[in-house]
């Protein structure tokens, strides 16, 4: 019941943000930043807390996504939409390949190949200046509005109208991967985070499923790096640099990686307290720093399981 | 027609030979028992059975199909399930989460998104007559980490029992534990062996629990097959003790 | 064409060895603990900062000697600190971390020193080129290939001869015999930290020597380290070696004929030898 409630919150203030997000001093571009970078930590988070697969390359995938979309309006066609689904089938089919030459891996090992092959991508978008733009970012590009046929949707012009569009896409990939998690497929990756050797022996073909599962997530890091682009109408680099994939697990782990919402949560605090301290000084990166070396130590089990351990000690 | 047969197995890591060239034959709904001191291979002839590993010579049949090198998952699908000597079951979650996903996987819906109605009233009553056949229905719904060292094994035992195995293995299935406990666990078993005419081989160190049991008993010693025969056979053979007694000195 | 090729085997060759010092300082930490230490750029960059404060007073070898040493220093205070807390976590948690210290120590560079890159004083007996045919073999790039090659001796040298080295290897393979044996597991780690930040340090002067300075030269050198080790086998430290010389001259011989693809070359002769070799060149079956 209490779950439901909580639920129920987190829809009423994600859905009613763009009217009160100026009012406590921030902006719609806020908004939709904390909204696209929570379905990335989200996305990870199938991986890592639903399938205990530690990734440490998701920026690789995220950056797909969003180079995907500004290379798509600007070379070929001005569309939004095919924007999208080029980004996401690009960063989907990385990780489909780079995930197969990985699944038999585990542990330390697994996280090394994952952040080495994050950065090849990095590689590719910083040399190919002609391009990608090269240390510049893809810039020359922006949003198109979206034809619906029986209207126009103007996520150019409108900001309410653009936050909305990314709300519902993100609505659409929440849905879809909590169904993933409460059905007999979902079971399964949790059967191979608790225990790999019985769920091998129950007769789970555990790369098979591991794979799967990485793919998964990968689509929809894809979809939210595919949205990031979108929002700041640009693609930078180092979207796709090792660090940004750091920042993803900071905020899934900050959050609380064994609950659903938790990277959801991770990703608000991350989102404001950066957007607070590079405003106020130059030395940003290493109050981040800081936060990742507090959380490891006094927070290991995130916002949410830092919670629920109180309310079970003090019944 | 044999269910298991074993022949000539060998196993080596690196210049250790842990089994040497080990035959056994297993008939359908019988119980056998493999023992051995300390050292005997025991534990690495049975991972090859259960395909934790393959022989580095020899060949296993199964119900005649051939699985020397088969992948574990594909041996369950033909019917071979096991336990562990140090129980494995899925800690985080409670008894009844755990025998879901293994009756979820037995019914071929490990890829399955969601299930409709009939699947799931059907699931659930698997479930639950296997939470009755385990003796667990007190704790069905604690979490498995919870719980005394003999009801995680009779769940992990429940476990496997859900993939409708034709061949169940256990390894050392009362390992570690008290009187009372070794005693529930051994009536489980008898009941899957004469009630459901499950074959089973088990490896396991008390004697109890083996002269209790078992049709058949094979011994290892040093790796090799020592003897094999009927409780009784076993329990006069001059072979077998020397063995035992010389590991004792 | 053909001295071009050589130059960029050879200048390969100085990268690789490079590579290869950093991520021997890398394994070392990993194969006894189980951190990776993403932090290692970090003290990288440390040791080529200190070395560059030091360069007036006492010269460009007596930084070469010094700056390592305490750059060590600061690695075995961060490891009792900090690093020890980990020992037996979810690796995750290391990973977060270290990655957290890179950040402060990328911008802890670039607030003590600033953001502008600096140049670093070779001596002048290093610069020339040692003949015109062979203008690429300047005496500082041999003197690099030769001081590696000398630290890796000593290292080697290290772990097989003395009491210290080999009380790491057999805490390697399995830590807890060692304990047992009466060896101080917590000082055998903050040593061995201690150790791997040293070839950090002495790396990160080098560097300072070849590209110069500036707050973002470690982070930029870490991943071909990561590759390095990945490619030689998790485990081994010969083949961390092997690993960095390997792609070292893979990206200098790529960079004659298709320039653009210095850097993913590297990867993409990791996901080679993944794909024949999933335990990497010389990696063991088992250890990760």
Sequence with gaps: ?315 | ?249 | MTQLILFNVFNGLVVGAFYALMALGLSLILNLTGVINFAHGGFLALGAYIAYTLLPYVGFWGALVIAPVLTALVGIVVERVLIRRLYGRDPLYSLLLTFGLAFIFEDGTRFIWGAQSVPYQIPASLTTALSPSLFFLTGYRVFMVVLVAAAVAGLFLLLTRTRLGMRIRAGTLDLETVSVLGVNVRILRNLNFGLGIYLAGLAGVLAAGMLGLQPTIGTSLIMPSFVAIIVGGLGSLPGTLLGGILIGVASGVTTVFFPSATEAVMYVMMGIVLLVLPRGLLGEEGRF
């Design chain 2, 1 to 249: 027609m044999s269910l298991l047969r074993v022949e000539g197995v060998s196993r080596s890591f690196g210049s250790v030979v842990a089994v040497k060239e080990v035959t056994m034959t297993v008939q359908p709904g019988e119980l056998r028992a493999v023992i051995g001191p300390n050292g005997a291979g025991k534990t690495t002839f049975f991972n090859m059975i259960s395909g934790f590993f393959p022989p580095t010579k020899g060949r296993i049949f199964f119900a005649d199909h051939e699985i020397t090198a088969m992948p574990s998952h594909r041996r369950v699908a033909l019917g071979i399930a096991r336990t562990f000597q140090i129980t494995e079951i899925f800690p985080e979650l409670t008894v009844r989460e755990n025998l879901r996903i293994a009756v979820e996987v037995a019914s071929k819906h490990r890829l399955s998104l969601w299930l409709s109605r009939e699947n799931e009233t059907r699931i659930e009553a698997r479930v639950a007559a296997l939470i009755e056949l385990g003796g667990l229905s007190a704790k069905a719904d604690r979490q498995v980490s919870e719980l005394t060292h003999g009801a995680q094994r009779a769940t992990e035992i429940m476990m496997a029992l859900a993939l409708e195995p034709r061949l169940l293995l256990l390894d050392e299935p009362t390992a570690g534990m008290g009187d009372d406990e070794t005693y529930h666990i051994v009536r489980l078993v008898r009941r899957l062996h004469k009630d459901q005419k499950l074959a089973i081989v088990l490896v396991e160190h008390d004697m109890r629990v083996i002269f209790n049991l078992a049709d058949r008993i094979t011994v290892l010693a040093e790796g090799s097959a020592l003897a094999e025969g009927t409780p009784d056979e076993i329990a006069k053979s001059e072979a077998v003790q020397a063995a035992y007694l010389g590991k004792v000195r």
């Design chain 1, 1 to 315: 019941m209490r779950k439901h409630w909580g639920s129920g919150v987190i829809w009423l203030l994600l859905f009613t943000m763009p009217f009160w997000m100026l009012a406590v001093g921030g902006y719609t571009e806020l908004a939709a930043r904390i909204v696209v970078l929570g379905l990335a930590a989200m996305a990870l988070n199938f991986l890592l807390g639903f399938t205990g697969v530690l990734s440490f390359g998701h920026a690789a995938y995220f950056g797909l996504g969003a180079y995907g979309v500004g290379m798509t309006i600007k070379y070929l066609f001005p569309s939004t939409a095919a924007g999208v689904v080029i980004g996401v089938a690009a960063g989907t089919l990385a990780g489909a390949i780079i995930g197969a030459l990985i699944v038999k891996l585990r542990g330390v090992y697994f996280a090394m190949v994952t952040i080495a092959f994050g950065q090849v991508f990095y590689f590719i978008a910083f040399r190919w200046n002609s391009v990608t733009g090269g240390d510049d970012g893809l810039t020359g590009w922006g949003r198109q509005p979206i034809n619906l046929g029986f209207t126009t949707l103007d996520i150019q012009g409108n900001d309410k109208a653009f936050y909305y569009f990314v709300l519902a896409l993100f609505t659409i990939s929440v849905a879809v991967m909590a169904l993933l998690l409460r059905g007999p497929f979902g079971r399964t990756l949790l059967a191979i985070r608790e225990n790999e050797r019985r769920a091998r022996f129950l007769g789970i073909p555990i790369e098979l499923h591991i794979w799967l599962s990485f793919v998964i997530s990968c689509f929809f890091a894809s979809l939210a790096g595919a949205l990031f682009a979108l929002v700041n109408n640009f693609t930078d680099p180092r979207f796709l640099r090792w660090d940004q994939s750091g920042t993803f697990v900071i905020m899934a782990v900050m959050g609380g990686m064994r609950s659903f919402w938790g990277p959801l949560m991770g990703a608000t605090v991350y989102v404001l307290l950066q957007d607070y301290l590079s405003s106020h000084t130059e030395n940003w990166m290493s109050f981040v720093g800081l936060v990742f070396v507090l959380v490891v130590l006094f927070f290991p089990r995130g916002i949410v399981g830092t919670a629920r351990t109180r309310t079970v000690a003090e019944p």
